[in-house]
């Protein structure tokens, strides 16, 4: 199966809001499956399903060394965020080679349906707690960048345009 297209900040189509998932089915895990593929072989630590223009509450996650334990969460939300917060450094598949700072809680508790439509309640800290905060905001529309001054965030817009002429001369040239 080929990886699936992942769309690039400014694609309006990243500022859709997720609808929740009806059903916890094969079709559904057929998606994960290609999700997860995409994600390995892009290597994120996460992909959101608005970051390949399906606009559904699903989130893929894996954050281990050896990119053998993913996470698959179905509806997420979270129900718990700590008030203490931390400003570390992120980056995006939809925004590739930018990395900027952005302040998250340093845990939540997110409750969600696994692969097989069971709910789960998950814990998380440090990088995952980070992870799962930035791709719920992907379900809300909202790409990491927006956290940035205006300042910045014209400057990621024109490296985005040049990225896309350069690949599209690479597309040309075969
Ligand atoms: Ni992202």
């Excluded at 992120?90 to 340093?106: A, F, K, T």
């Excluded at 014209?154 to 599209?168: F, H, S």
Aim: proline letters at 5%; glycine letters at 6%.
């Amino acid at each position: 199966m080929p990886a699936l297209t992942i769309l690039r900040y400014p694609d309006p189509r990243l500022h859709k809001v997720a609808q929740p998932v009806a059903a916890v089915d094969d079709r559904l895990r057929e998606l994960i499956d290609r999700m997860l593929e995409t994600m390995y072989e892009a290597q994120g630590i996460g992909l959101a399903a608005t970051q390949v223009d399906v606009h559904q509450r699903l989130i893929v996650i894996d954050v281990s060394e050896e990119r053998n334990e993913p996470l698959v969460l179905v509806n997420p939300e979270i129900v718990w965020a700590s008030p203490d917060k931390r400003l570390g450094e992120e980056g995006c598949l939809s925004v590739p080679g930018i990395y900027d700072g952005v302040e998250r809680s340093l845990a939540v508790k997110v409750r969600a349906l696994d692969r097989e439509g069971r709910e789960q309640t998950i814990e998380a800290e440090g990088i995952l707690a980070v992870c799962i905060q930035h791709e719920m905001d992907h379900l809300q529309g909202k790409v990491f960048v927006e956290y940035l001054s205006m300042f910045k965030r014209g400057r990621i817009k024109t490296k985005m345009a040049k990225l896309q002429r350069e690949d599209e001369r690479y597309a040309q040239q075969g």
